[in-house]
Structure formats: C-alpha cells, structure tokens
C-alpha cells in the first residue's frame, strides 16, 4: 500500500493555460475525490468518483474545471483558462466501499501568475 | 455560514501544557474524523468518531463525539512540539458517501 499518489507536486503557470493533475488512489479503493484547498481555509470538496461513473460534479467551481477516471483507477483534473483566483492546493483523496474513510494525497500546489 | 465550525482558529502555547480545540455544528453528523495537516502536506488522518458520546484515545490525544452528534472536541494532553499543525474536522452532514464538508481548522503552534 504506497497511499495516494499526485502528480505533479508543484505547478506554475501563466494565466490563460490549461493544466491537468493526476491522482493515483490505493489501490483497492473504488472511490476517489477531488478538493481545493486555498489558504486559511478547509479543503472544499469539487467532485467524486465510484469506479469510473462521476457521481456528483455539481460542486466543481466552473464549467473550465473538469475530471475524469477512465478506467476506474487513476484520475485527472483539468482546468483550462487558468485563473489567478485558481491559485491553490488540490488534493486527492481515495476510500473503499465497505470502509467510508476518506485517506488524502500530498496535493499539487497550482500558481497562477 | 460554515456548517463546521472549528475554534479557536490559533493557539500559541509552551510544551507541555494542555489544550482543547472544538468542532461545532447545528447539524447531525453521521460520522466525524479529524485530521492533522502540515504545511504543503495533505491531511492525515487522527481518528473517526462515530457513536455519539464516544470518546477515543491516541496516546496524548483524546477525541469526544457529542451526545447528539453535532459536535466534537480534541484536547492534547502534555503538548510538544511535534504536535503543531492545522487540525481539521470534517464529516458528512446526514451520512451519505460524497465529499467531506470541513471546517477551517485550529492552526496550533507548540512552542519549546
């Protein structure tokens, strides 16, 4: 069990580019969840999967924001025309079926400049 | 309105005092978990409350879940200063298995 993997850890962009992070859960985990977290504050929920269906997208910030998990393992989360206000952590979170406790990557801290 | 709310936001103290940070809520939590950040890191998780009145202990931590499961508390007993780092509680409003609503978390700071 090596946890719950995000790539990259560190992201810089110009405003206006698009970018993508990768999520890799535990490995038995069927569940994986995306949230931002900006400074001072919680982690904000945006959007989860079971398996590869996306149950609930109705949180993610806006219609540039979206994810995937194409085969049910690894997801992405892009965001296109980035946005300083775009600027914070993203994390990654897994859990299984049977035990409803959510485990959270390192994240990927996004600069927008 | 935030639907946790966590207090205090900062606590400063020396080693080896006490201390009690609170998570409250007006709505019933199915469950509650606390979780332990530090910077540029994800949460880790403490431990998950589940029963109301329940109260469990990690070494020199002890968790409490209200009576009517809306609230939560963590005191830190003997405080050092491996234990500094945003603490956060989150949980499910009504169970369900979606994303976590979380508070905005106690930044605790221990000093030597």
């Known amino acids: 069990d090596t946890g719950v993997s995000q790539d990259p850890r560190h992201k810089i962009t110009k405003r206006g580019q698009n970018v993508t992070f990768r999520c890799d859960p535990i490995s038995e985990h069927n569940r994986l969840y995306w949230y931002r977290q900006t400074l001072g504050q919680g982690p904000e929920f945006l959007t989860y999967f079971q398996n590869e269906a996306q149950l609930e997208k109705s949180r993610l910030l806006s219609d540039r924001f979206s994810a995937e998990r194409p085969k049910g393992s690894f997801s992405t989360l892009e965001i296109q025309r980035t946005e300083q206000g775009d600027s914070a952590m993203y994390l990654c979170?897994?859990?299984?079926?049977?035990?409803?406790?959510?485990?959270f990557g390192a994240g990927t801290r996004l600069s927008v400049l | 309105t935030q639907l946790l709310e966590q207090s205090p936001q900062f606590l400063s103290i020396q080693e080896g005092e006490n201390l009690t940070v609170y998570c409250n809520s007006s709505s019933v939590f199915s469950s509650l978990q606390w979780y332990r950040q530090e910077p540029g890191e994800g949460p880790v998780l403490l431990v998950t409350?589940?029963?109301?009145?329940e109260v469990k202990k990690l070494k020199r931590l002890t968790f409490q879940f209200g009576d009517a499961r809306k609230d939560s508390s963590l005191h830190i007993t003997a405080a050092q200063p491996g234990d500094t780092g945003l603490y956060l509680c989150a949980g499910h409003p009504g169970g369900g298995a979606d994303g976590l609503t979380f508070g905005k978390g106690t930044h605790l700071i221990i000093q030597p």
């Open positions: 979170a897994s859990s299984s079926r049977a035990k409803n406790i959510q485990y």
């Open positions: 409350v589940v029963t109301g009145g």
